[in-house]
């Protein structure tokens, strides 16, 4: 247990993959391994996420314990294959693909990284449900939740980085393309995984009705309603 803090803490403090640190013992983190923490910590925020609908009527909704652990991870290791094979080709173009691997790995320790900061707001999410029972504000909350993580983890991203960046300057241009394609993606994974809370009210189901629908074309219905269009 000790061991595996101090591989979350090395994650946080950007030295997952540093190779001084490595070349040092300091701290020796796989992408295996910072794939087992994405996961891990992605099924405790995804149970977390699911206590809004443990309990009805009907007694305890088991199903939907098991699907939000299940989303959750899967939405970040999803979105994040579906854009590597685009990825390679732009470090390919860009004469970079050298560095692919060392590009992986900052992405991964990204990934766990942001992990590690939503399980730390799993506390605060707990409050929310506990104050406030609508289902609507709970998804928003959790967006909200989702949202800050991935600002945090930006810092996080910077820093794994650095030395890629540093070592030739077009990583920089690379690193925003990703930020791009992973935006693209992940928006779509998440409206085809929807729901990832569960309605207290409606049946459980892993899918929605309707799961393979265009994220981007109900976001615009949705500014044209807004804006009365």
């Not at 794939?35 to 149970?47: D, K």
């Not at 050298?98 to 992405?107: I, Q, S, T």
């Not at 998440?190 to 929605?208: E, N, S």
């Not at 949705?222 to 009365?228: E, H, P, W």
Request: aromatic residues 12%; hydrophobic residues 55%.
């Amino acid at each position: 247990m000790l061991k595996w803090l101090k591989q979350l803490d090395s994650i946080l403090r950007g030295e997952a993959t540093r190779l001084a640190a490595l070349r040092q013992g300091i701290i020796d983190i796989s992408v295996r391994g910072l794939s087992s923490v994405l996961v891990s910590l992605g099924v405790l925020y995804g149970l977390c996420m699911a206590v809004f609908s443990l309990v009805d009527s009907k007694g305890l909704r088991w199903q939907q314990l098991i699907a939000s652990a299940v989303k959750v991870p899967l939405l970040l290791l999803a979105t994040f294959l579906l854009g590597l094979p685009s990825f390679f080709v732009l470090n390919t173009l860009a004469g970079l693909r050298e560095d692919f691997v060392a590009a992986v790995r900052a992405l991964v320790a990204t990934q766990a990284g942001l992990t590690i900061i939503l399980a730390a707001f799993a506390p605060f999410t707990m409050v929310w449900y506990a104050s406030n029972s609508d289902y609507s504000l709970a998804i928003l909350f959790n967006a909200v939740m989702f949202g800050l993580a991935s600002v945090a983890a930006q810092w996080l991203l910077r820093r794994f980085y650095a030395p890629l960046i540093r070592k030739n300057p077009r990583h920089r241009l690379l690193l925003r393309m990703w930020l791009v394609i992973y935006a693209f993606v992940g928006i779509q994974m998440g409206w085809v995984l929807r729901p990832f809370i569960g309605d207290p009210h409606a049946p459980t189901r892993f899918f929605r009705a309707g799961m393979w629908g265009n994220a981007y074309e109900q976001l615009a219905h949705i500014a044209q309603g807004a804006l009365g269009l």
